[in-house]
């Protein structure tokens, strides 16, 4: 099977069929075309490079960018490099354990996860899905409207408000995700070759304008501690983590599924560092200011709008079709229509003001579904899981929820105060709720 036939297409039939034909009433042929909801067979896996590309592509977005230039401009190039590598890896080894658990056996993360919180208990962390898909649509809305600005102010010395730029952008990126997705997704191919080949292009005009051995010696601003910088990394990454099955499950093999976290381990860092060295040169971290500062406004513009409007749709898509899986009851148009609402204000009202808590926010609810999980998979269950255990499960998790709770609770404590275990808050709480699910059949063999 070519590239072609596991590019972002694949990645937005996976969520659309994933969370459109779950729990349908219909029977499993007719409806499962994606295997979303029954273990991929054989001849539907696919090779390893396929499914690094996709993974790889998957973190050119908007928000990494802007992530990328506030660590490096807070820490300094040196710092930042570590801090990239340090947060990648710990997400790269997460999903190295998750991808496993997806090769052996070939099922979604919305599947996986049924098998610790419960057939209803699981659309509580698609509840979670949902804010993080809405959030970075928010992200990317809020983002785009200032370089939109910043170009009209810049090139015409028009004057338009970035709230009102940010707000018909999204308000045009929601009727589109709603009427014109099929239009959206024959692009989608498009856009992630064309960031990165702009990200390559950036960063080479930046490095036209210093020399490389000053750039490495720029300080960082400080602020911001190595641990809460690495959570930070790992927050705005986790997701690749835990919902790694859902492209990893076509793997053949236990030794493949490792090395599509290629994708992540290498990729994301280079990413970041791309991203955080034209704000070194130019001292900016607003996108467009770095563009125009490197007189490359007018492409930049060009491809930004283009990439932009093609993944913040699918960002919308697939928050409205993960909320469709928790408001069973509640047409589907009226939940697209709440979520464009939510997103655009969002954008409107600045949320990329609060991205930094945002990611941190991530990296303490979701990191400990990642510990969950794997604790269930391979401790508790020896490294084993059929389909058919699906048929035995309740409809409510406690264990997983008390784990839920323990872990999300240590990682809010050691992102607060002083108290510590790894440094790293997302990984304390991982390893918390890993902790609970392992000794939860001890004190209670019975829920076991």
């Known amino acids: 099977m070519g590239l072609e036939n596991i590019s972002i297409r694949l990645i937005m ?19 499962d075309f994606d295997h979303t909801r029954s273990p991929v067979p054989d001849h539907k896996t696919v090779g390893w490079p396929n499914i690094a590309v996709v993974i790889f592509g998957i973190g050119i977005t908007l928000p990494v960018f802007y992530l990328g230039s506030e660590l ?5 190039f040196r710092n930042a490099t570590i801090v990239f590598i340090v ?14 658990v997806a090769a052996r056996t070939r099922l979604s993360t919305y599947m996986i996860l049924q098998f610790t919180f419960g057939h209803q208990g699981a659309k509580a962390v698609n509840l979670l899905l949902a804010i993080t898909y809405l959030g970075y649509f928010a992200a990317t809305g809020d983002i785009f409207g200032q370089a939109i600005h910043d170009s009209l102010l810049a090139f015409y010395g028009i004057d338009i408000h970035a709230t009102v730029c940010a707000t018909l952008g999204c308000v045009v990126m929601a009727l589109t995700a709603v009427f014109g997705f099929s239009v959206v997704d024959r692009f989608s191919t498009m856009a992630v070759p064309l960031l990165a080949f702009f990200l390559v292009f950036v960063v080479y005009s930046a490095i036209q304008q210093t020399e490389w051995n000053a750039l490495l010696e720029v300080p960082g601003q400080g602020g911001m501690s190595f641990g809460h910088a690495v959570s930070a990394v790992i927050g705005a990454n986790i997701l690749m983590a835990v919902g790694a099955p859902d492209f990893t499950r076509f793997s053949r093999s236990d030794r493949d599924a490792i090395k599509t976290v290629s994708g992540l381990a290498i990729g994301y860092p280079l990413i970041m560092l791309a991203s955080g060295i ?16 490197l007189d490359i406004a ?5 491809i930004l709008t283009f990439a932009t409007w093609t993944t913040n749709t699918v960002n919308l898509y697939a928050g409205i079709l993960t909320l ?11 939940i697209a229509f709440v979520s464009g609402v939510v997103g655009t204000l969002g954008a409107a009202l600045g949320v990329m003001d609060y991205f930094l808590p945002f990611v941190f926010f991530l990296g303490i609810a979701t990191a400990p579904v990642a510990g969950i999980y794997l604790a269930d998979f391979f401790v508790l269950n020896n490294g084993r899981r059929d389909f058919a255990d699906l048929q035995n499960v309740s409809a409510f998790g406690t264990a ?8 999300s609770g240590i990682a809010y404590l050691t992102t607060n105060t002083a108290a510590t275990v790894t440094t790293i808050p997302a990984v304390d709480g991982l390893l918390a709720a890993f902790f609970v699910t392992v000794i939860w059949p001890k004190l209670l063999p019975s829920a076991k």
């Not at 039939?13 to 409806?31: C, H, M, V």
């Not at 947060?87 to 496993?100: D, E, K, L």
């Not at 469709?324 to 009226?334: C, D, E, H």
């Open 324 to 334: 469709s899986t928790v408001f069973k009851n509640t047409l589907t148009w009226k």
């Open 72 to 76: 490096t401009a807070t820490l300094g």
């Open 400 to 407: 997983a929820y008390v784990a839920w709770i323990v872990g």
């Open 87 to 100: 947060g990648c890896s710990v997400v790269a080894a997460m999903m190295t354990a998750t991808s496993i």
């Open 278 to 293: 034209p704000t070194l040169v130019t001292g900016e971290t607003d996108i467009m200011k770095i563009m125009i500062s």
């Open 298 to 302: 007018v492409p930049a513009l060009l």
């Open 13 to 31: 039939l996976s969520i659309q069929k994933r969370y459109a034909a779950i729990d349908s009433k219909e029977p499993r042929n007719s409806t």
